[in-house]
């Protein structure tokens, strides 16, 4: 261990001109969740703390500042769906984070195209190359280590469809790097992209040994 290292306690601050948090847990992916209002509004937002938690049933999930209109939707209705950001889209993507007013919908401003879900009342974006559509499993307040409760919403769904361009299947698999994904880092705009060129492939000491 470096003897050189700034260490600090998060409730008294980190010391820094921005939070690293973000930089270090990261790259993250980004979820960009399409909702809808019992009565039909569209919603459209990324979320940076957002990835998938289990296999089978594949479960998703995504993390709220505060009960904002994607988690009332989605508590609503029980359905949402997740459309991969890629670098394509990213300017799209970012600008569907705008804050309007709620039932102004984000695909129009975000310039994007709403195409019905087949296994829930909710719109995908068709650009995306990538959708999942989500059944709500639960939504969970966090809380502190003292057991506060935090202005934090936990929102988990299961993946009962899932859309895939045909480009991105290569003899069946999935190819992680053509489909341009882009990840949330660490400031107040800084993505990275995913490029084959830095991919590198490891085994598990259990694969090995069969």
Known sequence: MSSSRHTYQPRLGHGLPHDPLNAIIGPRPIGWISSQSASGERNLAPYSFFNCFNYKPPIIGFSSQGWKDSVANIVETGEFVWNLATRELAVAMNESSASLPRGEDEFAFSG?????????????????????????????QLQDADGGKLEQWLVLGEAVAIHIDHKLLENGIYQTAKANPILRAGGPSAYYAISDDLRFDLVRPDARQS
Request: with cysteine.
């Open 112 to 140: 994007v195209t709403p195409i019905p879900g087949t296994q829930v009342a909710v719109s995908m974006v068709a650009e995306s190359p990538v959708n999942f559509e989500c059944k709500l499993t639960q939504v969970i």
